[in-house]
Each structure stands twice: as C-alpha cells, then as structure tokens.
C-alpha cells in the first residue's frame, strides 16, 4: 500500500467512527427514552434525536467522503488491500450512496414522524382505537415509501419493499426470502398440527403460579451471569431495567437490555432476558481492534436474531439447561414450584399453541407470525393492500393461518412497535434467525462434542465460545449470505431448523 | 416591526433553538455518565461528549449568527423591539462574540481534559494523592487560563478572572464581590463565635441514629412532593437518582435531581434533596413561552443558588417546617426519633462549627469557605500562587478563617470537583446566593403575611407562587443585579443574610 492510499483510507475510518460516535450518542437518549425519561420530556427528546439524525445525515454525505472513496476504490493499488480493508470500503461506499441519495428533508422528517407515531400507537394500543394511530401511521408509512423507492434505484433492488429488506438483512431479496419462508411454513403447519393433536400435553398452569418482581430480578440477575453478561460488578456492568418490551442497545463497552416483570408470568423475564441478553453477548463479543469500524459492527438483524434466539430458545428452553437450572428457580421462587418435575417444567414452557401475539409465541408457531407480516408488508409496498384495510386483512389471515380471531387491533394490527417506527422490512430477520439458528445448531452438534451435557452441569462457557469465534468475531466481515456459508459450509437452509424442532417436539409430545 | 426584521430576529431563534437542543442532549449524556452508564462506557462517552461541544461551538459560531445579527441590531427599527426581543438579541451577540473568539481546538481540548482531569480527581481523592491529580489539574488551569485571557479581551472586564466570573454572575466583578465579602464574612465571623461560645448548644448525635435506605427514600418522596417536584406520578414526573456528589440538571420538562443516602446520617439525604429540589422547582418554573429561547434560561447561578439555598435552608431548616414535617419524619424512621422535641431536632439541624467540608457546613460557616476559595482563585488566575502551592495555600487559610487543621488534600483541597471540572469563577455564586436569598427573604417576609404558619401546616404553595413569580418567571429577562433590583426595589446587600442569620441563631443559641 502507498502512503496516499493508506492516509485516504485512514481518514475515512477517521469519519466513520465520528459517525459511529454519534449514533452511539443517539442510542443512550433513545435508550433513556424508553427507560428514564420523565414523560413529559418526549417533545425535547424528539428535537434532540430529530438534531442528531440531521448531523448524523450530514456528516454521512459530507463530499469529503466521496472524494476519498474514489481515491482509495480507484487507487492503482487498490487490489493490495486486505479482506477488512476493502469490507470496510465496500461498507463506507454502500452507507454513503445510499444516505447521499436520501435528502436531508426526508431523513428529519421521517426522524421527528416516528416519534410522533411510536407516540400516537401507545396512546391508541391502550384504548385500543386503531382509527386515531391511522393518520399517523399512514404519514410515516408514505415517508418509508418515499425511502423505500429512493434506496431501490441506489441498491438495485427489484422492488421498493427489497430497499427495506436490504437494511435489515443485506443481500436477502424478497423473492429468496418467499421461497425459504414457503417451506418454513409447510414445515412448521406440520409441526403444529402434531402437537396439537398429540395425547400428551403439557399443563401450562405451572407457569401461571406467583413469583414477585423481587425474585425475579435474582432470577434475571443469575440468567445475565450464566450467560456471560456481566450485571453484578466489574467494568462491563451490564444493566437490567425495565421496559414494557424488553430490547438491547449498546456497542462493545456499553451495551443494556431490559426486561418486564410480571407476577403471574414468572417465565416472561426468564425468557426476555435470555433473548435480550443473547443479543448482548454479540454486541460486547464483537472484535476490539475493530471497534468504529464498519466491520467491527454485527452483520445483520438476521444474524442478531439468531443469537437471540439461539440463548433463549436452543438453550434457554432445552431439558439440559433446566437439569442444572430448576433448583435455583426452585429456592428463588420460595415453595411455589417445589412438586415441578424438570419434564414438566421444560414441557410446560415449550407448550405448542397458536396464539394471538407474535412476542409470546413458541418456537414452533413464531415463523407463522412472521410469515404474516412479511405478506402484508410485501402487500402493503406494492398497493395492493392500504394502511385503512390492514387491520381487515391482518385479522383475515391470523385467522387463515393461525386459526384465531382477533378480537380488537390491540391485540391484533398493533401489537408491535415496528410499524409505528417506521421498521418495514425488518420482520423477516426474526425468522431468519431461527433458520440460521438451526444451521449453526447443527455445526455445533459435529464440532462441540458432549456440550448439552455441559450445559446440564451449569457451563456455558464452551458454548458461548463457539458463538464468539464463530459468529460475533467475524463482525460484519461478510455479508449475511457469506457468513452462514463460511461458518457452516452450506447456503440458508430450512432443513436443519425443521429438523431440530420435529426432533425437540417429538420427544415432548411423544408422537 | 418591519418584515426582514422580524424574520431575521426569527432565524436567530431558531439557531438559539438548535443549540439549546444540543445543550441539553449533551445533559442527558452527562446525567446518564453520572447515574447509569457502566464504568467501562467512560471512553466512548467521552468521545460522544467531545464531539457534541465541537458541533455546539460550530453552531454557536455559525457566520450566519454573525450576519443575522448585524442585521437585527443595525435595522433602523431596532428600537421599536421590546424588553425580550432586545435581550435575546442581547444574550445571542453576548454568547457569539465570546464564542467567536474561542479556537475550536480549545474548546474541543478543554472538553476532553475536562474528562481526563475529573477521572483522575476522583481516583486521587480516593488515595489521598494530589501528586497524582497535579499535572492533570495544572493542564486543565493553562486551558482554561487561555480561555480567560482571550475573553477578558471580548467581555473588557478588569482582570481574566473577572472574564470567567462573568459566565456564572453577569455583571459582577471580582471587585464588587471582594466588597460584599468582607462584609458578608465580618457578619459571620461575629456570628460563629457567638454560637461558638453559648452555653446552650445541640445534641447532634440524634443525627447519627441508623435509618436504612429504604424509609430514606420514601422520605425523599415526602420531601419533594411538597415542594412541588413531583416525582410519584404525572407527566413531570422528576427523578431522584443516586450518586456520590448530588446535583440537578435538565430545563422545562425534563429535570433530574440525584442525592446520596448515608444509613447513619440521614439528614444528609433530607437536605441534598431540598437543596436540589429547590433548583429544580426553579427550571421547571421558568416561562413556558420562552423555552429554547436565551430569555428562557435561569438567571445566574447565583440566583439559581439562591433558590437552592432558601428551599434547603431557609424553609427546610427552619422550626416551622419541622413543626410539620417531624411527626412525619418519626413514622417513617420507626422508633428511632420518638423522644426527639422539634426544638432539639432544629438546633441539631441548624448546628454551627467550623470545619472542613463545604457542603457539609452549616450556614453561618458556609460563606467562610467560599471566600476562601474565592481568594484563591484570584491569586491562581493572578498568577500570585501556583497549582504546586495549593495544598499549603489552603491548608493555611483554612486554619486562620475557620481554626481547622487540614490532615490530607482529600479533606482540603481536593474536596470539590469544581476545579477539576474546569469551573472556576464558579464559587462566588454560592455565596451570592445567600445573600440574594437573605434578600428574597426580607421582600417576601413584607409581602407574604403568615407565610411561616403556612408551612408549619404543611403548605408551600404560596411561598412556592412567590418564587415562581418573582424569581422563575423572570427566566433570564434580567441581569443578576438587575434581576435583584426588580424584585427586591434594592441593590445587592449583604444585612438582610445576616439579619436572618442574626435573628434565626439568636432564638436557637439563645444569645
């Protein structure tokens, strides 16, 4: 590498983590937003953020970086640069195309909107009166579209809705995604369909029995240790707070998630805190030397669900974990699940039930809420369906698919946050990450030898090592398609999670 | 008013808005580096911190202003603006012109210095080592020296120190303040030996019986629900948080006030939280229709200590309040307190000594230490001692004003954080808040009748309609010597503090 190139390279790495610094920045009033704010602080906290996604634009699209993206990309020695070198490149150029075609108008607009609309849906989720979100949701709905139709002339994507989809899950179509979801679903339709017409079944009540919000937090507190995000002591000092829906944020040295307490529904936390904390330990395992980098970021939501999903359900919910885990609960919990059997308990909270709420599903049923909302945004993108019909068609095909009736859109249309933050395009990820998840399953089963039974005696460590070297080190090295196939040797592929659910319910309900 | 006038004037808010925004997304970060953030977020925090005061002093600097200006101030209408609009423009050229001359990199330096000194700060404290923090603090004094020197020249003021003086008491010299401190510390010098030498003093070991934390902050609760700072519920909904040194930030709807809880000296709690509660009472009173406008700021922090100081100690001290509030104080400390008199508690309360720590001194002694302080720093900025000589300086003056020996710089010179954070100039306002107070006092004693049966019922909703109007509602429409003047009909006095002090001491003392 030359000098020039080296300096020009330097100084775009110099303008990234300045960028980075700033949504770093953002993120804690945002995280503040949801945990610490005083209500009354929600008009301040919109024109702070409204602020920062402008200078975050600007700095973005500042010409200085595209006058450096064209010395090193066109630099005759270009090709001497290494893997991390041209990723980050490939990265910067990618950030800056896109964010350059986007006008600053409609970047603050969409900004100052969302808070409006996430807003407007908690006010109209709690009397449930979808009629007063509407108007809002339609504002930042036509915003999105109005991205959405800009991104897909810079990213060359074969509809406005895959713009959106690329955000979330880079170099995923819409079309990749039907076909993997259409055999996700006849897999999990299937699967279903035994459980629920299986002899045995499980007897939920348990998991209905008091627990105050006291034990819980040791609960919780215990969970974060075992995985191996640290909350007691230390330099990391994760925190636990409380939010109605639990989330992570967070970057390396200050990463938090949050969780809910609910009395009557112990299993909630356990549960949210597993799934928040498996995004945690991605975020604090990504690689030091590439911290502001854009590799040094994780590589997609995809993969992020993955490991959520991977701690929460693979582990989280496996017989292993609660052979070692149930007699803490027990002491924790007072007398309350003393006669519990271990095959009880891991039965009651893998119960197979088409339900109403995507966030309390089973492993089993949770694709099918996914697969909804895909359709519906795909629908949604292309005109075929409006904002005014969506509570119409959302409680049609739960009915179609799920086979329940949606009583009100509270339960229903608006349910989730994501449409009210302006996130189209990102539910596809959560099933995605169960697939992934079930891939990187099936390589750890030939490469960890004897860790389900480690996992029964309380260690994690061995798994949790195998997820940082295979998955949080890599960053955002490769894309979501490259990284699957680097870790694993194989293309996305529903076959091995199908396979790990028919395997895990089987032995459940015993058919 | 013509039309360009008024749109010129228009875009200047507007900018004002965009900074104030700024200002206060950088508090929350502050707040949350205080309270929340995990240890190890201090780097990244920094980097945040550095990059928001380098984008605030862009924008405060915007040749924009500059030109706006001009066109405002040289518009042939000028004169046809109003009180407001004229001390916008006043306000805005002020903090333009002084900004103007600040070199970002200063700026940017100071901010970053400013977080390396405190860091350092605290872990000397912690050893007792001033060694340790020397070099720090001795770099962090030359920045702040450079900037002293450069606004001298904007502000013509007589001396550098007087330049820094300025930013936290508009319009008061170091010379008018030496004459109101002799004053003020010959009436507290007379004032302490006569509590120094009566036969009647406090038991204070009722101040040392174990409450544990948990009362403590119901009490907190108690305590700020009466003063208006409602924390329990509602939109305002104010927070009290911990941390070792309690302190108030935020603006309009958004204000936070933290303290510490000590099991064995729970008075502590109960006045950082009234001494806290009073500045916050005083932000979140300041006229609505002036938000994000300079106008709508606090006046100085003088007058915010004054605020502070008359909560915390002119009613919070006093026997008519605890008339009220001890019965209260007794159920919710169990049966440690039940022998307590309210006589006995308000003298324990309202104990003089000389000693060692500033915010734990009582108000007669209170002045002492700030005066010494004062002294020093105009010496510092005189270049009439140096860093080096500190500790022995203050050691010294230590023991001829207030006859204490100072042990180690942890107990003396490194007690507070002021200088470590960069604020110097900044002690004079504490004490010019007595006085304001002692002044505020004498007014609304006149126009208040029974006021102090008022709060011996419990009730502080017009004393609290008092300050609002004469103090909050103001906003920053006035000069601190303006802003005293307008209230009170008279200039800056130091009698009406020690009548108070005279009066309050005489009954408890009997001398």
Redesign the interface.
Known sequence: MTKALISSYKQLLEKTK?IT??H??AA??HW?MET??????I???S??LA??SR?GHKMSTAPEIGRLLQETINHPDYSSLDLVHKRNLYLIKKSYDEQTKLPEELVVETSKQQAITINMWKKAKATKDFAKFKPELEKLFELKKQAAEILMQVKETATPYDALVDIFEPKMSSEAISKVFKKLREGLVLLLKKCETAQKQPDTSILERPVPVEPQQKIGKLLAEFIGYDVTSG?????IDETEHPFTTG????V?ITTHYYPHRFASSIFSILHEGGHAIYEQNLKPEWMFQPVGDACSMGFHESQSRFVENIIGRSHEFWTYFLPALKKLTGNVLSDVTVDDFVHAINHVQSSKIRVEADEVTYGLHVIIRFNLEQDLFADKISIDELPQVWNKNYNKYLGVTIKDDSEGVMQDTHWASGLYGYFPSYALGNIYSGQLLACMDTQLQGWRDQIARGEFGTVKQWLNGNVHRHGNLYSPPELIKTITGKELSVKPFIDYLNNKYSQLYQF
Do not use: H
Request: glycine share 10%; net charge positive.
């Open positions: 300045n610094t700033l770093s920045a804690i009033l503040d610490m704010m005083p209500p009354k602080g008009k301040m906290r024109l702070q602020m920062l200078i330099e990391s000092g994760g925190r970057y390396y040295d200050d938090r």
